[in-house]
């Protein structure tokens, strides 16, 4: 008693993966972000290489797109 190790349950651990995954992919694109500032083609789209508008990496520092190439490369997905 007073000694309750609290039990990890299987939707306990479902949450921890999906937690974990989640973190992974943050990360997976933290790296790539920073590799992107590396070689110097941070804020350039991937299609066209112009600077991506400073409104778009605004809303997302992620943006790989100029606002010319945004909606195409959403119909990717
Ligand atoms: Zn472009």
């Given at each position: 008693m007073g000694n309750e190790v609290p039990q990890l349950t299987t939707s306990d651990l479902e949450r921890l993966a999906a937690k974990v995954v989640e973190l992974e992919s943050q990360l997976a694109q933290l790296q790539s972000l920073m590799s992107r500032i590396d070689s110097n083609?941070?804020?350039?789209?991937?299609?066209?290489?112009m600077e991506i508008e400073m409104e778009i990496l605004a809303a997302d520092?992620?943006?790989?797109?100029?606002s010319r190439h945004f909606s195409t490369s959403q119909n990717l997905f």
């Open positions: 083609s941070y804020g350039k789209c991937e299609s066209c290489g520092p992620n943006a790989l797109f100029c």
